[in-house]
């Protein structure tokens, strides 16, 4: 997804020098786009488009993309219950303290997490998600679905089932933010600004709830 990489971390440059913000179009039909607006993900090359209020009605059912685009969903849930303890953090094998595990639909999962550099991408044991789903029943009832959510875990802040483009836009954020070798005081105030607004945004799932939260 470096393209969407691309766009979400010169935003957030941009974030910083509002004149030299540009209106931006819908990626599918041109349109003006509003300041806040979803994305598709166009499955064959695992990119995001930014999509136009009509273009996000047309993509909203399953089959309405025909296998080449899906409209990234909205729900936001924060995990309670959920917990990577250290020998947990070591079997995903990330070096670092917030990564994004992605199952793809035509493939086994895949960790991510944020550098300087952008997402960087690791494989994963395949039977990462069901050892995660028997260890939380929350995250089993509440799968993410397939290449448009991803279970976001932070060792600090928590865990959540997120857009995927919530992902990008934390990557974007530390690409933007990050100075000399350990990223600075600046990139970890902007993730802890994220988390926080990540957490007001989204619904909390207790561990043990029956709920299947939409």
Same mark, same amino acid.
């Given at each position: 997804?470096?393209?969407?990489?691309?766009?979400?971390?010169?935003?957030?440059?941009?974030?910083?020098?509002?004149?030299?913000?540009?209106?931006?179009? !819908?990626?599918?039909?041109?349109?003006?786009? $509003? *300041?806040?607006?979803? /994305?598709?993900?166009?499955? #064959?090359? +695992?990119? =995001? &488009?930014?999509?136009?209020?009509? !273009?996000?009605?047309?993509?909203?059912?399953? $089959? *309405?993309?025909?296998? /080449?685009?899906?409209?990234? #969903?909205? +729900?936001? =849930? &924060?995990?309670?219950?959920?917990?990577?303890?250290?020998?947990?953090?070591?079997?995903?094998?990330?070096?670092?303290?917030?990564?994004?595990?992605?199952?793809?639909?035509?493939?086994?999962?895949?960790?991510?997490?944020?550098?300087?550099?952008?997402?960087?991408?690791?494989?994963?044991?395949?039977?990462?998600?069901?050892?995660?789903?028997?260890?939380?029943?929350?995250?089993?009832?509440?799968?993410?679905?397939?290449?448009?959510?991803?279970?976001?875990?932070?060792?600090?802040?928590?865990?959540?089932?997120?857009?995927?483009?919530?992902?990008?836009?934390?990557?974007?954020?530390?690409?933007?933010?990050?100075?000399?070798?350990?990223?600075?005081?600046?990139?970890?105030?902007?993730?802890?600004?994220?988390?926080?607004?990540?957490?007001?945004?989204?619904?909390?799932?207790?561990?043990?709830?029956?709920?299947?939260?939409?």
């Amino acid at each position: 997804m470096t393209g969407a990489l691309h766009r979400l971390a010169s935003r957030a440059r941009e974030r910083r020098q509002p004149e030299q913000v540009q209106e931006q179009e !819908c990626e599918l039909c041109g349109e003006p786009l $509003a *300041a806040v607006h979803r /994305h598709l993900l166009e499955l #064959p090359a +695992r990119e =995001l &488009r930014c999509a136009c209020r009509a !273009c996000q009605v047309l993509f909203d059912h399953g $089959a *309405a993309g025909g296998g /080449h685009y899906r409209l990234v #969903p909205e +729900r936001r =849930l &924060r995990l309670d219950g959920f917990t990577l303890d250290q020998p947990a953090w070591a079997h995903l094998g990330a070096p670092v303290r917030t990564v994004f595990l992605v199952q793809h639909s035509d493939g086994p999962p895949t960790l991510y997490y944020p550098s300087p550099a952008g997402a960087v991408r690791a494989a994963v044991d395949p039977s990462v998600w069901e050892r995660l789903c028997r260890a939380d029943p929350a995250l089993d009832r509440a799968r993410p679905e397939p290449d448009v959510e991803a279970l976001l875990a932070d060792r600090d802040h928590g865990a959540w089932i997120v857009p995927v483009d919530d992902c990008y836009a934390l990557v974007g954020t530390v690409r933007a933010h990050w100075r000399g070798l350990s990223g600075g005081k600046d990139v970890r105030d902007h993730i802890t600004r994220f988390f926080t607004h990540l957490r007001e945004r989204s619904v909390t799932v207790p561990a043990g709830d029956d709920r299947s939260p939409a």
